[in-house]
Nanobody, 123 residues
Framework: QVQLVESGGGLVQAGGSLRLSCAAS????????MGWYRQAPGKQRELVER???????NYADSVKGRFNISRDNSKNTVYLQKNTLKPEDTAVYYC??????WGGGGRYHGRFWGQGTQVTVSS
């Protein structure tokens, strides 16, 4: 099994910064794509930014130039540096990873989610 544990959420004023972390542990051969999603009250979960094992990234237009994703493969950890935060960035942020893992007698790719971390930006 694979576990993802997020940290770094909290309350911040508009214009401030936060850094989220998500550490993966468990039966991990390798991790391909690592990403961050968010879900605001009453809205669908949406992609914020993701990064492949090769370092390619894609992101939502709403965070362009403000958020930056990075990863440390030696620690199985993905980070999201969030700058110039806005009230509309308020949401629960989830990490999501495509992991080559094993179980049941074989290896397989699985997508795993963290438990979520609340980010609240006050105006």
């Amino acid at each position: 099994q694979v576990q993802l544990v997020e940290s770094g959420g909290g309350l911040v004023q508009a214009g401030g910064s936060l850094r989220l972390s998500c550490a993966a542990s468990g039966n991990i051969f390798s991790i391909n794509t690592m990403g961050w999603y968010r879900q605001a009250p009453g809205k669908q979960r949406e992609l914020v930014e993701r990064i492949t094992n090769g370092g390619s990234t894609n992101y939502a237009d709403s965070v362009k130039g403000r958020f930056n994703i990075s990863r440390d493969n030696s620690k199985n950890t993905v980070y999201l540096q969030k700058n110039t935060l806005k009230p509309e960035d308020t949401a629960v942020y989830y990490c999501n990873e495509d992991v080559l893992t094993w179980g049941g007698g074989g290896r397989y790719h699985g997508r795993f989610w963290g438990q979520g971390t609340q980010v609240t930006v006050s105006s």
